[in-house]
């Protein structure tokens, strides 16, 4: 391949990148978005949120299939989980556009939809949420060490305010 036909790849790949990227990137939250969260240790990279802990597939205790699609709903979208438990979500998008999963409480899911709209191009990828193309199936691993009522929410623009939303109840550990 002569050098002209090299760059020309590598221009393309470059150009083709950055919208295929989109929305994959990670984006940071300030410290103050996680009061409980406790110091970190260097051996624990795994960062502590009010709904929970990312999980390792070793530790997954249930399996949930999750169905988005583009009427915006869930199905189920109302998961019961017992503090503890591990569960690997598996989020199939069954619509013809976009959809993504994140996991939070409300509060912390609303400001992240409103920054989703005024930001619409944002990249953000963490533990607590997966983006699955239309067709596939995507996976996420969390760990819900903490008891409460939690939402889960698609916060691509447009969808959450079409009511794309569901709850997620984690009981807490009985204590006897
Ligand atoms: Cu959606």
Redesign the pocket.
């Known amino acids: 391949m002569n050098p002209s036909h090299v760059l020309a790849l590598a221009l393309a790949s470059a150009l083709i990148s950055p919208s295929a990227l989109a929305h994959g990137a990670a984006h940071g939250h300030a410290p103050a978005d996680v009061p409980h969260a406790p110091a970190r240790s260097t051996s624990a990279p795994a960062e502590q949120q009010p709904w929970g802990i990312a999980g390792r597939a070793e530790q997954v205790t249930r399996v949930v299939d999750i169905r988005?699609n583009d009427r915006?709903r869930f199905a189920p979208d109302h998961l019961r989980v017992r503090q503890g438990e591990t569960l690997r979500l598996r989020v199939h998008n069954d619509?013809q556009?976009?959809?993504?999963l994140v996991i939070g409480t409300q509060a912390e899911l609303r400001k992240h939809a409103d920054l989703m709209k005024r930001f619409p191009e944002m990249d953000h990828d963490e533990p607590h949420m997966v983006h699955v193309a239309p067709g596939q199936t995507g996976e996420l691993i969390w760990t819900f060490n903490r008891p409460g009522s939690f939402d889960f929410a698609?916060l691509?623009p447009g969808?959450f305010e079409a009511g794309?939303v569901g709850r997620i109840t984690v009981t807490p550990r009985k204590t006897q």
């Not at 556009?97 to 993504?100: F, I, K, N, Q, T």
């Open positions: 988005m915006m619509g556009v976009l959809h993504e698609c691509l969808h794309m």
